[in-house]
């Protein structure tokens, strides 16, 4: 980990940009709630997790002690697909009427690449706003795998093959997360 944050690995402005640019339209699918075109960039092996946090002293932290953590949640293609049918019956009482959420992804980085698989670490904010009062952010970091694979224009393009989100918050402050983070 600290190899990554003092020595970046170094890629191509277009490589930044193409990566940058993925991450952005997946950013505007979750927002303007196109959740199937959203579920189309997903691999279908894809491993998507929300970890919990954990707060430990320094004096524990220095004998190696730490609270166990654990997945608020811990989702494969298929329980991925089964929430957002579960949004369009209307029945999931958490987004009716529907959330209006901002993602915002920043300090995109290439940590590391290989074949055609490629590790990025990114900051993200997303904000919610449901019903009247109902307004949270969720603030935190992830690291996605992208994996690069042909595009039906003959291009390429890349897919989401894992993605690991954390939260800075130690204490979910939300009543739920029944938004795509």
Aim: aromatic share 8%; with cysteine; proline share 3%.
């Amino acid at each position: 980990m600290l190899d990554e944050l003092t020595r970046p690995l170094r890629v191509s402005a277009d490589l930044q940009h193409e990566v940058e640019q993925f991450l952005y339209l997946e950013a505007a699918l979750l927002d303007d709630r196109r959740l199937r075109k959203w579920l189309d960039l997903l691999a279908d092996d894809i491993e998507y997790t929300l970890d919990t946090n954990s707060l430990a002293q320094f004096r524990d932290r220095r004998r190696g002690w730490a609270p166990p953590t654990t997945y608020i949640f811990h989702e494969d293609k298929y329980q991925l697909e089964r929430r957002v049918a579960r949004v369009e019956t209307g029945q999931a009482w958490a987004e009716e009427p529907a959330s209006r959420t901002r993602h915002f992804v920043t300090n995109v980085r290439v940590l590391a690449q290989a074949d055609d698989e490629l590790v990025v670490g990114c900051n993200y904010l997303v904000h919610r706003a449901s019903k009247a009062h109902d307004h949270h952010s969720f603030i935190g970091t992830r690291r996605d795998t992208l994996r690069r694979i042909p595009a039906p224009d003959g291009g390429e393009t890349f897919i989401i093959a894992r993605r690991r989100l954390e939260l800075d918050e130690f204490t979910l402050m939300s009543a739920n997360v029944s938004i795509i983070l």
